[in-house]
């Protein structure tokens, strides 16, 4: 079935260093690709997102780019500051008329100032 | 404008008690629902799913069972908790269409089972 890993955390970062957090897909067809953000004590908020092939998605300084070839939505930020601190979740929605939002681990990242 | 809601946001029951937790959407009609579980330090398990009134989909085998009685209504349930059922739990529901879809989650019930 349709699957979603992304790196290990947590990752731990000083204030405007640069960021990268690993996600990687296994689905058939064209998914959708998304991250989403949850910051401490609260619900997941959808960060970004990528429907086809080449797209990038972002949103708050944040970028991913959907790469079909390397099956990867790695997401990226140029320069972190401390209130980015949150667990990411890379997910995908698969090719069924289920539309199920698969999750990957999530991935804690902690800035420090 | 399309609103979901969700409570209690915190609920702190006894093993062996029944649980009920409420979803109920706003400004929508037909959605499909799901029901997420979090459990302390993991990652996001979907529980159940829902594409229509009374039409539910189990993802794992567990101790909780959901229902959707209404259009806008998703329960999630248990007759008897175990500790291992505490964690966050998150309703969504899918919004939009084609492949410009996604998801919007409801603000989350932190359970504890004592």
């Known amino acids: 079935g349709d699957s979603v890993t992304q790196m290990e955390g947590p990752v731990t970062l000083s204030e405007e260093a640069f960021l990268t957090i690993n996600c990687t897909y296994t689905a058939t067809g064209y998914p959708s690709l998304f991250w989403y953000v949850q910051y401490p004590g609260e619900g997941l908020q959808l960060l970004l997102k990528a429907t086809k092939a080449d797209d990038k998605g972002s949103n708050k300084g944040f970028e991913a780019t959907y790469r079909k070839e390397t099956t990867s939505f790695h997401l990226e930020k140029g320069s972190v500051q401390v209130s980015d601190s949150a667990v990411y979740f890379c997910?995908?929605?698969?090719?069924?008329?289920?539309?199920?939002?698969?999750f990957g681990s999530g991935t804690r990242l902690l800035v420090r100032p | 404008s399309q609103t979901i809601h969700q409570w209690p946001a915190t609920l702190v029951q006894p093993v062996g008690s029944p649980l009920s937790l409420e979803c109920t959407v706003e400004?929508?009609?037909?959605?499909?629902l799901y029901w997420y579980r979090q459990a302390a330090g993991r990652g996001l398990q979907l529980l159940f799913y829902?594409?229509?009134?009374?039409?539910i989909s189990s993802e794992v085998p567990q101790n909780l069972s959901a229902s959707r009685p209404q259009d806008r209504q998703f329960i999630l349930s248990s007759k008897k908790l175990l500790l291992s059922d505490s964690g966050f739990y998150l309703c969504?529901?899918?919004?939009?269409?084609?492949?410009?879809?996604?998801?919007?989650f409801g603000s989350g019930t932190r359970l504890t089972v004592v």
């Open positions: 969504a529901w899918r919004v939009g269409t084609g492949g410009s879809y996604g998801y919007t």
């Open positions: 400004g929508t009609s037909n959605p499909n």
């Open positions: 997910a995908l929605i698969g090719m069924d008329s289920s539309y199920k939002l698969i």
């Open positions: 829902s594409v229509g009134i009374g039409q």
